[in-house]
C-alpha cells in the first residue's frame, strides 16, 4: 500500500489495479479526541463524491460551526447596526426626556410615598374614631422637621406645607367627624321631639305640677344640648369649605396647571419620535443581518413584555384619572346640599357658597375626561403587542429550525467519520484478499447490494436531508428579518402617531382647564 505525496491520500492499490478511483472530498474535521494515526488514514476512494456545498453554507451559516461571513457582510452590517443604533438610541432619548416632564407632577401627588389613610383602620374596633381622627390630622407633622416645634405656630393652622394627600386626609377626617355629629344630631332630635310630645300629652292630661316640671327640665336640657351639637357640627362644615376652597381647590388647579405642562412636552417629544420612525422607510434591510442572535430574541421579548405593560398601565392612568374626578364630584354634590334642622330660628348655620369655584372645576373636567379618545392610542399600543407577539413567534420557529439543523449537521458529521473509518478498513480487506480492482471497478455503483454503494447512499440522503433543511432554515431568517423590519416601518409610525394625537388632545383638554380656572377666581366672586 502506497500514499500520494498530495494533501489528499489515495484509495489503497494492488500491483496490477488499474487507474485508482476519485477521491471522496474532505468530510468534516475530526474530533479533538482522534489520534494521529487516524488523522493520516487514506481517504475512501471508489465512492461517488459528495458535494461541498454543505461545507459553503456553513462557511456563511456561523450557528452551526461558528464560522463567520465575508469581510464585506460584515462591514455592511456594521453600517446597519449603526444607523438602526441611532434611530433607536434617539427614541430613547425622547423616552426618557418624555419621563422627565412627569416629575413635578409625581411631586404634586406625592407618587412614590407610602400614604396614611385613616380609612385603613375602620375594621379595627380597638381604635376610636378620635384617635383616627387626630391621626390624620396630624400625621404628617413628621414630614415638616423639627425646626418648627418651637416657631409659635400649629401646623395643623399652616397651610402651606399641606400636600394633595394630606388636605384629601383632612378633609376625610373632618368629614367623619361630620358624620359622627349628624348622626349624634338626629338621635338628639328625636330624643328632644319624643320629649316635647310627652310634655303636650302631659298638659292635656292635667299632670301634676312636678312632672310638668321635671319634662320641662328634660325638654330644655335637650334643646340646649342641641344647640351646641348644631353650631358644633356648622363649625365642621365651615372647616371642611374652608379646606374645600383654600387648600383642595388651589391644589386641583396648580395639578391642572403641571398636568398642561406635562401633556404638552409628551405631545413634543412623540411628535419627535412619529418623525423619527417615518425616516425608517427609507432604510433598505437587504444589508440587516440575516440571523437571530440570543441577546436579539431577548430584547425582542423585553420589547414585548414592555408594550403589554406600557398598555397597562396607560390604562389605569385614565381609569385612575377618570375615578378621581368622579369621586370628587359626588363628594362635591354631596357637600352643597344643606343640612336641614327643625330648630333653625334657634341655630345660626354658617352662608354655604352657592356654586363654589371648585365646582365648575370637576364639571368641566369630567366632562372633558370623557370625551378623551384613548381607545385609538390604547388600540395601537394593543396592535404593536400582537405584531410583537407574532414576530416572537417566528422567531421561536426559527429556533427551532436552527435547533434542528444544529443537530442533523452533528448526525451528518458522525455518519460521514462512521463511513470514512468503515471504508478505510474496507479497503485494507479488499488488499488483503486479492481481489481485483478491475472487477471492483465494474460492478461499483452498479450492484445495488454492494456494501459500498448501500453505506455511501445513505450519507448522501442525510447530506440531501441536511441541505434542504439549511435551506429551509435560510428562508426562514429571511422571512423572519424582513417581518421584523418591515413591521418597525409600518407599525411604529402608526402608534408614535396615535400616542402623538391622545398627548395632543391631553394638552388641549387641560388649557381649557387652566381657563375655567382663572374664570372661577374665588376674590370676583
Not at 500500500?1 to 494492488?14: A, I, Q, V, Y
Not at 407633622?141 to 406645607?161: C, H, I
Not at 374652608?242 to 413634543?268: A, C, G, I, S, T
Request: hydrophobic share 35%; net charge neutral.
Amino acid at each position: 500500500m502506497r500514499t500520494d505525496d498530495s494533501s489528499e491520500p489515495r484509495t489503497p492499490e494492488k500491483p496490477s489495479a488499474a487507474a485508482p478511483l476519485d477521491p471522496l472530498p474532505p468530510l468534516p474535521p475530526n474530533p479533538a479526541g482522534r489520534n494521529q494515526q487516524q488523522k493520516q488514514k487514506p481517504k475512501p476512494g471508489g465512492a461517488v463524491q459528495l458535494h461541498r456545498r454543505h461545507h459553503q453554507h456553513t462557511a456563511s451559516a456561523p450557528p452551526f460551526d461558528g464560522a463567520t461571513r465575508g469581510k464585506t457582510a460584515s462591514a455592511a452590517e456594521a453600517e446597519r447596526s449603526v444607523n438602526l443604533l441611532q434611530v433607536f438610541t434617539d427614541l430613547d432619548e425622547h423616552f426618557l426626556k418624555a419621563s422627565e416632564s412627569t416629575h413635578e407632577v409625581s411631586k404634586k401627588l406625592e407618587a412614590t410615598r407610602m400614604h396614611y389613610h385613616s380609612n385603613f383602620v375602620d375594621g379595627r374596633g380597638h381604635i376610636d374614631h378620635s384617635a383616627r381622627v387626630m391621626k390624620v390630622i396630624t400625621w404628617n407633622r413628621s414630614f415638616k422637621g423639627m425646626s418648627n416645634a418651637d416657631d409659635g405656630k400649629d401646623d395643623f393652622d399652616n397651610d402651606e406645607g399641606e400636600t394633595h394627600a394630606t388636605v384629601l386626609d383632612k378633609m376625610l377626617a373632618w368629614e367623619k367627624k361630620l358624620y359622627e355629629e349628624v348622626k349624634t344630631g338626629e338621635l338628639m332630635k328625636i330624643e328632644y321631639q319624643r320629649k316635647v310630645a310627652l310634655l303636650n300629652k302631659q298638659k292635656k292630661r292635667g299632670a301634676p305640677t312636678e312632672t310638668l316640671e321635671r319634662t320641662k327640665a328634660a325638654v330644655s336640657h335637650l334643646h340646649t344640648r342641641y344647640i351646641v351639637d348644631m353650631q358644633s357640627m356648622d363649625s365642621t362644615v365651615s372647616e371642611i369649605q374652608h379646606l374645600r376652597d383654600n387648600q383642595l381647590y388651589p391644589r386641583l388647579v396648580d395639578l391642572v396647571d403641571e398636568m398642561d405642562k406635562m401633556w404638552e412636552m409628551m405631545f413634543l417629544h412623540h411628535e419627535s419620535q412619529l418623525k423619527i420612525v417615518l425616516d425608517l422607510k427609507a432604510l433598505d434591510i437587504s444589508d440587516s443581518p440575516m440571523e437571530m442572535s440570543e441577546q436579539h430574541h431577548k430584547r425582542t421579548i423585553e420589547l414585548h413584555d414592555i408594550v403589554k405593560e406600557w398598555h397597562s398601565q396607560f390604562h389605569k392612568l385614565i381609569t385612575h384619572q377618570k375615578e378621581y374626578i368622579q369621586a370628587l364630584n359626588n363628594w362635591l354634590k354631596l357637600n352643597l346640599i344643606p343640612i336641614e334642622s327643625s330648630l333653625k330660628e334657634k341655630v345660626s348655620s354658617p352662608p354655604r357658597m352657592q356654586r363654589p369655584p371648585i365646582q365648575a372645576l370637576l364639571h368641566a373636567w369630567n366632562d372633558h375626561l370623557e370625551k378623551l379618545p384613548e381607545e385609538l392610542a390604547k388600540s395601537a399600543l394593543l396592535s404593536f403587542a400582537a405584531v410583537m407577539d407574532t414576530i416572537l413567534k417566528l422567531q421561536q420557529d426559527e429556533m427551532k429550525q436552527k435547533e434542528k439543523c444544529e443537530e442533523m449537521g452533528k448526525e451528518f458529521q458522525k455518519k460521514s467519520r462512521a463511513f470514512e473509518d468503515w471504508y478505510y478498513k474496507y479497503s485494507h480487506r479488499r488488499a488483503a484478499s486479492g481481489e481485483e480492482a478491475e472487477g471492483d471497478g465494474a460492478t461499483e455503483g452498479t450492484n445495488p447490494k454492494d456494501p459500498v454503494s448501500e453505506r455511501k447512499f445513505l450519507v448522501e440522503s442525510l447530506k440531501s436531508r441536511l441541505d434542504d433543511e439549511v435551506e429551509a432554515y435560510n428562508k426562514l431568517c429571511k422571512q423572519v428579518r424582513e417581518k421584523s423590519l418591515t413591521t418597525l416601518k409600518t407599525h411604529l409610525p402608526e402608534l408614535f402617531r396615535a400616542l402623538s394625537d391622545f398627548a395632543r388632545s391631553c394638552a388641549d383638554m387641560y388649557s381649557k382647564l387652566k381657563l375655567v380656572s382663572q374664570a372661577q377666581n374665588p376674590a370676583a366672586n
